[in-house]
């Protein structure tokens, strides 16, 4: 019997990769799948480890061919494919858990030629976060759509973050070019002639970046990469050129100056002379191409770049490449066509120099101490680090907007303390969310900052007919209001069950999972929900295949109401041990009730972590 799910999976060079890759296609929610696991000429040990993979199960498989690139192979296992949909899964990235469930069964329901999905970066820097070319075109979940409906997908150039019905792929005649960027060129055709799409909103693909040099798509100081980004590139504008409308050609070409034009000049501006004679002819293909009246979108500095190329001004081209990374040599900050930065005018007086050499170079912060919730007030203890002559003469202010709350300053060793005292009146007189700023004056120098806080000592009390939350906007505390919100007074947890206090004697406790998996519902009896913390981790694998966690939202339902809402936290969080998963009850950056859990192993110094957090 043929299996609902064929992924294929072409691999080269990834030994240090693809038994990750292949463990979290084997953790998958749906088990009907088949994986054609395609050795296209690996000279390492990546063939070893995708057959030890394929003798302890048998949907695993592995066919083999000389080496001739990702389209031939994903051709070949298509060709050895048979289930109902194709998934198309690189060796060096990583599925989240529920994404052939999620895929698949958006497809049984809408009968939509192909599904896609939300995608996550996983930088080398960065960490994990969500694509930016993603995050707009899959921000809700839709059925039956398109392209022509939802323009921002000619971002989405990849193939991996789909699930394509088998007969659309035939019928369509899809097959991969046998060179580099061979996705984008597949992606936006299949796009244009879908009948209908399924977007979804959830991650369900990891897609890693490696070091340079080591990944295909970031060789791109080669020739042959060059030239098949701008041969990719020509496709698709022809595609778009001929079937799609004026609003996707201007995206789509001033999308070209953005992505491609920038990425050809960055490889022009690191290669040798050699290369770059051979890159030359490359780069002016591509701008003439591109259409000049098509481009309003695009970065000003890339349209500029853009120009200069179409004139043959490749110098200028180069010198914007260049200011755009970062060089800001004077040479190259005059063919770039900016302004020279001034250069910073010297204290005059040396008395104020020198108090200036005194201070550290990074401006110093608040420390939240201490703090006190009272109906009628917050009280914060706040301590500021700065060097004994200015913790002398140094005065503070506070602002909430324009509350002005009460301040007392005194010195301490090394720095000062500023009680603050913030009446709830004036906050409920606030709408929107405001921050608390803090200013000290010193002598003639003064510094205004927020006050960093994190999330287990956010707080809220109810006054004037709101609910008064403080929340942490870009790392410091703010405040908001809500007219109209249920509130869990207290947690407790006691032998496996958690019990959850709320204002209100009846109605629903929500956690809610990812589509299609239904939340668990507890009902209130007596303003108390009791929650056993089995439940709330049976059948639930972490979403992130990184770091193996999972955050849910805490949703209440009122009684006789249809749609549950999110629902503050007004005490402290709760954390547990149970089995290989630490579970947290607590707040997130809104001061909202969020369940989040974690594999133990997946965690660096698990315990640590443990303790940490304190189960508050």
């Not at 000429?41 to 066919?63: H, K, L, N, W």
């Not at 942490?472 to 109209?484: H, M, N």
Request: net charge neutral; with cysteine.
């Amino acid at each position: 019997m043929s299996p609902l799910v064929s992924a294929v999976v072409p691999f080269c060079g990834v030994e240090g990769y693809i038994r990750d890759c292949l463990d979290s296609i084997r953790r998958q929610t749906l088990g009907d799948f088949e994986v054609i696991l395609v050795d296209d000429g690996s000279a390492d040990r990546s063939g070893q480890v995708a057959a030890e993979v394929c003798a302890t199960d048998p949907r695993f498989r592995i066919v083999r061919q000389e080496r001739s690139g990702p389209g031939p192979a994903r051709n070949l296992g298509i060709r050895h494919a048979s289930g109902r949909y194709l998934m198309f899964v690189d060796s060096d990235d990583l599925l989240a858990p529920r994404a052939f469930e999620q895929l698949a069964t958006s497809l049984e329901e809408s009968g939509s030629d192909f599904a896609g999905a939300n995608v996550w970066r996983l930088g080398l820097q960065r960490g994990l976060e969500t694509s930016w070319a993603h995050r707009e075109p899959f921000a809700e979940r839709l059925q039956r759509t398109g392209i022509r409906e939802v323009p921002l997908l000619m971002r989405d150039r990849m193939v991996w973050n789909k699930l394509w019905r088998r007969s659309f792929w035939d019928d369509h005649g899809f097959t991969f070019p046998a060179m580099l960027f061979e996705d984008y060129p597949v992606a936006i055709r299949a796009h244009l002639e879908a009948r209908a799409v399924d977007l979804l909103p959830d991650p369900v693909y990891v897609w890693r970046e490696r070091p340079s040099g080591d990944s295909i798509s970031q060789q791109g100081d080669r020739v042959h990469n060059v030239r098949d980004r701008v041969t990719a590139a020509v496709t698709v504008l022809d595609l778009v050129d001929g079937h799609g409308d004026d609003e996707l050609r201007e995206l789509v070409h001033s999308h070209f100056v953005d992505v491609d034009l920038r990425e050809v000049l960055g490889s022009l501006v690191a290669a040798g002379p050699a290369d770059r004679t051979e890159m030359r002819p490359l780069a002016a293909d591509l701008a003439e191409r591109i259409d000049p009246d098509r481009i309003a979108l695009a970065v000003p500095d890339l349209r500029r770049a853009y120009a200069a190329l179409r004139t043959g001004d490749l110098e200028q081209a180069l010198a914007i490449a260049r200011y755009r990374a970062g060089d800001r040599t004077p040479e190259v900050v005059t063919a770039a066509g900016k302004t020279p930065r001034p250069l910073p005018v010297r204290a005059a007086r040396k008395g104020l120099t020198a108090v200036r050499r005194a201070l550290p170079s990074r401006p110093r912060q608040a420390r939240l101490a201490d703090l006190i919730v009272l109906p009628d007030a917050f009280h914060y203890r706040l301590t500021l680090p700065l060097p004994k002559p200015l913790a002398l003469v140094a005065t503070a202010q506070a602002t909430v907007g324009p509350v002005r709350p009460a301040v007392k300053t005194s010195t301490l060793p090394g720095g000062i303390q500023l009680d603050v005292t913030v009446d709830t009146a004036d906050l409920a007189r606030l709408t929107g969310t405001t921050p608390l700023r803090i200013t000290i004056q010193a002598g003639p120098l003064s510094w205004t900052g927020g006050v960093p806080v994190a999330e287990d000592q956010l707080h809220g009390v109810r006054r004037a007919g709101y609910w008064l939350q403080a929340v942490i906007r870009d790392g410091a505390l703010a405040f908001s209001r809500v007219r109209r919100v249920p509130v869990i007074d207290r947690l407790d947890l006691d032998d496996g069950m958690i019990r959850v206090h709320t204002v209100h004697s009846t109605g629903t406790v929500v956690v809610d999972r990812p589509w299609p998996t239904p939340a668990v519902e507890t009902p209130v009896v007596d303003h108390v929900a009791r929650v056993a913390v089995d439940a709330l981790l049976a059948d639930d694998p972490a979403d992130d295949p990184v770091g193996r966690a999972a955050t849910r939202r805490v949703l209440f339902r009122r009684e006789g109401a249809t749609e549950a809402e999110p629902v503050m936290l007004s005490g402290p969080g709760i954390a547990t041990v149970a089995g290989d998963r630490r579970l947290r009850l607590h707040r997130d950056d809104d001061g909202h009730a969020v369940l989040t859990h974690r594999i133990l192993d997946a965690a660096v110094g698990a315990e640590g972590a443990v303790r940490a957090d304190g189960g508050r």
